[in-house]
T-cell receptor
Framework: DAGVIQSPRHEVTEMGQEVTLRCKPI?????LFWYRQTMMRGLELLIY????????DSGMPEDRFSAKMPNASFSTLKIQPSEPRDSAVYFC????????????FGQGTRLTVV | DQQVKQNSPSLSVQEGRISILNCDYT??????FLWYKKYPAEGPTFLIS?????DKNEDGRFTVFLNKSAKHLSLHIVPSQPGDSAVYFC??????????FGAGTRLTVKP
């Protein structure tokens, strides 16, 4: 398996523009997570899905952020409109649903909003 | 609210010595704890884990200790090697796989 695949690897956009980050989880994994890495807070959980259903989105910063998982092999994280403070590395991870399992991470998308 | 805390942003040790990375948590319902390792420009990779029913788990040079009463866990690496230089994240989950991470500790192992 190729692992969790995220695209793009790097994204530079202007403030106010819409940004869409994409994730393909590991085949067979039915839990998917979106994290944002910041210097102060480390890996912040933004939202996670079980079987394509959002379970906890309390970590989503504000209404400008939205995430979807239309099927088991694809998820998007959208920021509209983007702001400079959204600049960070965004990671997607997937795991088998159940207790005591580890998550496998993608390589991340480095977002820069200028 | 930061439920998982790594209070040391960085740690430097000499090759061959022991590295001890610390992590504290506030949620007493956490029952599974993990350590992840992250190299630059890569995603975090799983390193070692421990269930709350244990107080120690060992895997080669890596040992994780859990002190539930103190809500504290630590990762010991011995002997430390230059290739261990990375950012280490502590994570915890509560009965499911909703994992919460700390801010990370950057370990530098000097030759």
């Amino acid at each position: 398996d190729a692992g969790v695949i995220q695209s793009p690897r790097h994204e530079v956009t202007e403030m106010g523009q819409e940004v869409t980050l994409r994730c393909k989880p590991i085949s067979g994994h039915n839990s998917l997570f979106w994290y944002r890495q910041t210097m102060m807070r480390g890996l912040e959980l933004l939202i996670y899905f079980n079987n394509n259903v959002p379970i906890d989105d309390s970590g989503m910063p504000e209404d400008r952020f939205s995430a979807k998982m239309p099927n088991a092999s694809f998820s998007t994280l959208k920021i509209q409109p983007s702001e400079p403070r959204d600049s960070a590395v965004y990671f997607c991870a997937s795991s088998l649903t159940g207790t005591h399992t580890e998550a496998f991470f993608g390589q991340g998308t480095r977002l820069t909003v200028v | 609210d930061q439920q998982v805390k790594q209070n040391s942003p960085s740690l430097s040790v000499q090759e061959g010595r022991i590295s001890i990375l610390n992590c504290d948590y506030t949620n007493s319902m956490f029952d599974y704890f993990l350590w992840y390792k992250k190299y630059p420009a890569e995603g975090p990779t799983f390193l070692i884990s421990i269930s709350s029913i244990k107080d120690k788990n060992e895997d080669g040079r890596f040992t994780v200790f859990l002190n539930k009463s103190a809500k504290h866990l630590s990762l010991h690496i011995v002997p430390s090697q230059p290739g261990d230089s990375a950012v280490y994240f502590c994570a915890a989950s509560e009965g499911n796989n909703d994992m919460r991470f700390g801010a990370g500790t950057r370990l530098t192992v000097k030759p």
